[in-house]
């Protein structure tokens, strides 16, 4: 695949992780950058497993605070920190874009897992729903509703005329109406099909298809998908030629 604006699926998995599939991770090239949506464990094992390296991501974006899409932030940071000075090199650094309290965490996380006090790499922490641009790539994060612990954020990424988003986990409490503004038109939706029946906390196929259905999806991506109900997704995917079906390695061009 030549294309400039392409997702490689490094976890389309839940909070346990199975031998077909990893918790939370795709890896988008786009512009001659690379995007990290989401980090969570095992997705630097699972970069190298895809022919990418740890350097690779320019931006890492968290879409919330639960482990399954954010433990591997600190590790990736840490990890290229470390690289970095066996090979004698300048940091990269990188830019981390999430909901509010972002920074603080990685600072809570640092009095655990990283206590030394000098050392350290280049950070641009971005917080809550806001709008940047990157070159020629146009980053929107807007709010989401998954859990009220703490805020989550979902992310829209447009290139060329062509848009993707990604929302992240999501629940029936967020506004379907404001959802299907957002997700009007995109040539793709990456977005989570984790429970049979709908939740305060999560999607389910049948929310998915409604909303490809009245937001005029060009093509979903169904990932976060627990193995109870891998059937009842294959189907659905099966069925309609909008929907692909999230399995790990998988790579799409935009």
Same mark, same amino acid.
């Given at each position: 695949m030549t294309s400039d604006f392409q997702l490689t699926i490094l976890g389309s998995g839940t909070m346990p992780p199975t031998k077909e599939r990893n918790p939370s991770g795709f890896l988008v090239k786009v512009g001659g950058k690379y995007i990290l949506l !989401?980090? $969570?464990?095992?997705? @630097?094992?699972? @970069?190298?497993?895809? $022919?990418?390296?740890?350097?690779?991501? !320019?931006?890492?974006f968290v879409s919330h605070f639960h482990t !399954?899409?954010?433990?591997?932030?600190?590790? @990736?940071?840490?990890?290229?920190? +470390?690289e970095d000075n066996y090979n004698f090199r300048k940091h990269k650094g990188i830019k981390i874009i999430g909901p509010d309290g972002l920074k603080k965490r990685f600072?809570?996380?640092?009095?655990?897992?990283?206590?030394?006090?000098?050392?350290?790499?280049?950070?641009?922490?971005?917080?809550?729903?806001?709008?940047?641009?990157i070159g020629k790539i146009n980053i929107e994060t807007f709010a +989401?509703?998954?859990?009220?612990?703490f805020k989550s954020v979902g992310i829209i990424i447009k290139y060329q005329?062509?848009?993707?988003?990604?929302? $992240?986990d999501i629940g029936t409490n967020h506004d379907f109406r404001e @959802?299907?503004?957002?997700?009007?038109?995109? !040539?793709?939706?990456?977005?989570?099909?984790?429970?049979?029946?709908?939740?305060?906390?999560?999607?389910?196929?049948?929310q998915v298809k409604e909303l490809v259905e009245k937001s005029d999806v060009k093509k979903v991506l169904v990932v976060h998908i627990?193995?109870?109900?891998l059937k009842r997704v294959e189907e659905v995917c099966k069925d309609n030629p909008k929907f692909i079906l999230g399995i790990d390695g998988k790579k799409i061009s935009i």
């Open positions: !989401d980090a $969570g464990h095992g997705i @630097l094992r699972r @970069l190298t497993d895809y $022919g990418h390296s740890i350097q690779d991501p !320019d931006i890492l !399954d899409h954010f433990s591997d932030a600190f590790a @990736l940071v840490h990890s290229r920190w +470390v600072k809570l996380w640092r009095k655990i897992f990283w206590v030394e006090p000098k050392e350290k790499y280049p950070l641009n922490f971005l917080e809550g729903p806001k709008k940047i641009k +989401v509703h998954h859990v009220k612990w005329g062509k848009k993707i988003i990604y929302t $992240g @959802l299907i503004k957002i997700c009007k038109n995109a !040539d793709l939706l990456i977005t989570e099909a984790s429970y049979e029946m709908p939740t305060p906390n999560h999607f389910t196929i049948g627990r193995p109870q109900h």
